[in-house]
C-alpha cells in the first residue's frame, strides 16, 4: 500500500472523519468566542488591541524592548517611574508643599487623614502622588475635581506636595504583615484567576515601587477604585495589572478586601 492509498483510507474511516469534522468546528468556536464574543461583552478585552490581550493572556510583553510601541492615547500611563522620585526631600520642597498643601485639606484632611471619602494622604508614598496627580493632570486617570486641581499644578508643585504628604506623621494603620488569619486574597491570592496575593505588591511582604499605601484608607474610597478598575473606568495601572485582577474579583471579594483594608490600627513605628 502505498502513502496516497494509506491517505483515502484513512478519510474512508468514519472515526477520522468525524474527530476531523469536530477538531475544524472547535477551532471555529474558539475563534469565535474570542475573537467576537469576549471583545463585544468586555469593552476592555481588547485594550490595546488583540495581539496585547493575547500577550497579556500568555504573560508576555507585548513590546519587547520597543518602549514607543504602543500608540498615543491608548497608553495607561505618561509617568515613567522613577527611583529618584522617592528620594528624601529638602526641607525647603517640604515647606512649598505644605503651602501648597492648604488647598487639600478641605477633602483631604488638615493632616493627610481624610474625615471624608476622599483617599488619604499621610505617609503616602512620594512616587504614588506624584504618579497619580500626574495622570490626572494629562487625563489618564478621571475625576472632575481632581483634574482641575491638578491642571494648575507645575512639575515642581507636584514634587513639593508629595514630599510633604510623604513627610507627615504616619497616623495610618501599619502596612499588613503575613499573618495566617489575613483574608486568603490578600494573604495567597487566587492563583488560578491569576490574582497575586495583595500584600505581595501593597507592602507587608513586598511594596511594588507605584503601589499605593492601602491601609487605613476609607472603606468607600476601595470599594470605588476596585469596582472601576473592574469595569475599566480607571485604567492608569501600568500593564492593566490592577484591573486583570478586579475584573476577576466577586462583589463579595471586593466587600471583604475593602473592609480589612479599611480598618483603623495602631500606626507604624
Ligand atoms: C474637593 C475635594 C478635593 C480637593 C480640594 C482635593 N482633592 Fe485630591 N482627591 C479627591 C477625591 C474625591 C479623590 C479620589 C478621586 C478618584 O476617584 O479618582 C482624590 C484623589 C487624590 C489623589 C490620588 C490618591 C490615591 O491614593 O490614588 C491624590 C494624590 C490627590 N487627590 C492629591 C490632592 C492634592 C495634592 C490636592 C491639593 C492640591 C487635592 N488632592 C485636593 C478630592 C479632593
Ligand atoms: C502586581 C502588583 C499588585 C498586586 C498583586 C495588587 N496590586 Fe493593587 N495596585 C498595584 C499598583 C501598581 C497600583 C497603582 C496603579 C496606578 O499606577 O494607578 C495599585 C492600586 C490599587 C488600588 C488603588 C489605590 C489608590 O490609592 O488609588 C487599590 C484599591 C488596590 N490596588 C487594591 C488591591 C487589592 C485589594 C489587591 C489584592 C486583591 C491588589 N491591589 C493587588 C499593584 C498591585
Redesign the pocket.
Known sequence: MDDDEGGMYAWRNPWFRRSLVSLVALAVVSILVGFVWLPSVHADYTAGGIWAAICRAAGVPSSWGDKSAPKEGQR??D?VLDRSMARAAAPDAVGRGATLALNCTMCHGAQGMSMSNA?NLAG?YPE?VI??LH?YKTGK?SSAIMEALSARLSEQDINDLAAYFASLPKARTAPTTYDETLPA??RV??PLRN????????GGVDQ???????EG?PKD??TS??KA?AKGE?H???EA??RN??RT?TPK??EE??T??ARKAPPAQ
Request: positive net charge; charged residues 15%.
Open positions: 495607561s500611563t509617568v483617599p503616602q504614588v504618579k497619580q495622570d486617570r486574597l490578600v491570592g487566587a490574582v497575586a496575593p495583595c500584600i505581595a505588591c501593597h511594588k515601587f507605584g503601589a499605593p499605601w492601602l484608607m474610597y476601595l477604585q476596585l478598575f480607571r492608569n495601572d501600568p495589572q490592577m485582577m478586579a474579583m471579594e471586593i478586601v475593602s480589612f483594608y
